[in-house]
């Protein structure tokens, strides 16, 4: 075999960092070994994986090609080394999970999944559906879970499931008296809103159709527990999932709204895997934690 895994390690770490040096303290190496093994590695195919630009190593059109399948080289090594150690099959697991996911549901799944017997640690990044999306494209996440709908050709969107959005109000509220809201409501009303990029936004906006342009929109803010704080002091009202709800309503400090029975606020939480990332037991194993939640 003219190349090493050590060289992949290498190369893999220099295309996240784009620089040699960062690279090499990520591996524990002295920055000449690691130039020295990317050199090698380039060489011996007579090569050129990274245009050079001062000390910036930024990947070209050919590494950007075998990048993927270095990385899914690289998983199905450090797995297996694993099971010749006689460790558990499930290791340390990257995770990224839009809000909504993040902060009600995947941090049950964590402990759960760390508490296999080699106790392998998980990583969890908070973001948009947007960020999420980007890093797992990127490989710097293993695994996203998404609240957002996505149209993507380098990723596997998986359906998880299923949610729904909830009009919510203060009980001072003018329409915390109504029955049901009609449209002419929901186009006067003062709105506390997601962010643009986030599946909440995404799903509010499908469910909107319409009324869009004459919706007024006072705040657009990127944390739930934000919205739920403006919506109780009466700014306005919002639009957000069941899970963040349930407790403030159980504690009346905020009331559900119910809107015309044509809006539609169901959704769909969805796993995306990059389509090339190698399928590790670990993967396997946090999406079934998750179908058991």
Known sequence: MKYSFRQLEVF?????????????????????AASSA???????????????????LQLNELGRLYRPKAEAL?????????????????GALKVGATLTIGNYLAVGVMAEYMSSPNHPRVSLEVANTRAIARRVKDFELDIGLIEGELQSTELEVIPWRGDQLVAFCSPDHPLARK????????RQAVWIMREQGSGTRQSFERGMQGLLPDLTILLELEHTEAIKRAVEANLGIGC?????????????????LTVPEHRKFDRQFYFILHKQKYRSAGIDRWMTLCREL
């Not at 150690?85 to 499930?90: D, L, Q, R, Y």
């Not at 069941?242 to 400090?253: E, I, M, N, P, Y």
């Open 74 to 90: 690289v998983a199905q090594a450090t797995e297996l080394e694993q099971a010749f150690s006689k460790h558990s099959e499930v």
């Open 12 to 32: 893999l770490a220099a295309a996240h960092y784009q620089n040699i040096t960062r690279a090499a303290e990520s591996l524990a190496m002295s920055q000449s």
């Open 240 to 256: 957000l999932s069941q899970l963040v709800l349930t407790d403030a309503f159980k504690r009346g400090s905020l009331v559900p």
């Open 179 to 186: 029955a049901v809201l009609t449209d002419e409501d929901l």
């Open 38 to 56: 990317l050199k090698e590695l380039e060489s011996q195919f007579d090569i050129q994986l990274f245009d050079r630009v001062g000390k910036r």
